[in-house]
């Protein structure tokens, strides 16, 4: 039980991290991508229009962007996953385990609440992206000079070898990280270690993951709605919490 409980507390500390990267790195980034002068301040005069082939110089310097973004996605694919199979070992049923050690009817809701941070994470990520039309105009964009580079390689110094990767790599990124996958990806993997019962078949983690999910929502209605309107940081931490309930409910239902 200890070494279990190290490291679900290691865990819940590295997603603590990667929600600070997701703000510092990604969300103002992809939130801002192709906005102009004109469209952040309208009152003021920026009438001139975005230069040919501007568009596509910023998607290909976004592309390094989506990279890193990828490979954040999959690590806390990879933290959701770790913790989920750490719970499920803890509140595993008595007919399961095969012995009689069991911390059934003991509550870890911070567990639980740092895997709603990681939904909200996921689902914010999608929502960013799918809210900034420029991203996905922009790529439009670079796809069609990708087809007329592919016409004649040789003369951008390239060959059709280094186009065929490149367009998979595009491709790779659409389907991960554009299509408004990112949270779906995340619910959707396998959680059960292989030769092991399915999480789903486990009667006590789920019975625990309702009951979490259940008492989390009771909290936030009445920290909402039994209290006058905050303003600032606590509103800004409630949103973030109605979002993790939200997808925790999804998880759950999945």
Request: proline share 2%; hydrophobic share 40%.
């Amino acid at each position: 039980f200890d070494k279990v409980m190290m490291v679900c507390s290691y865990l819940c500390w590295e997603i603590q991290q990667l929600q600070a990267q997701a703000a510092e790195k990604f969300y103002a980034p992809l939130s801002l991508f192709g906005v102009t002068m004109a469209e952040v301040s309208p009152n003021d005069q920026h009438d001139e229009e975005v230069p040919e082939g501007e568009l596509e110089l910023q998607v290909g310097r976004l592309m390094e962007k989506l990279k890193e973004l990828r490979y954040f996605v999959e690590r806390c694919r990879g933290v959701g996953q770790n913790l989920m199979q750490q719970l499920a070992n803890l509140y595993k049923d008595d007919r399961v385990r095969g012995q009689t050690t069991s911390i059934t009817g003991v509550h870890i809701a911070t567990i639980f609440e740092h895997i709603g941070e990681l939904c909200t994470i996921f689902i914010s990520l999608d929502e960013i992206i799918d809210g900034n039309e420029n991203i996905r105009d922009g790529l439009n964009a670079y796809k069609d000079m990708m087809k007329t580079i592919a016409q004649d390689p040789g003369r951008f110094g390239t060959d059709a070898t280094a186009l065929d990767h490149f367009d998979e790599f595009i491709n790779t990124m659409e389907d991960e990280l554009l299509d408004g996958r990112i949270f779906a990806m995340f619910t959707d993997q396998e959680f059960t270690r292989p030769g092991e019962i399915a999480i789903t078949s486990n009667q006590s983690f789920m019975k625990e993951f309702f009951s979490n999910v259940a008492q989390m929502s009771q909290n936030l209605s009445q920290n909402l709605f039994g209290e006058r309107l905050r303003i600032g940081r606590k509103v800004l931490k409630q949103g973030r919490e109605v979002v993790g309930v939200y997808g925790l409910f999804i998880m759950y239902c999945r």
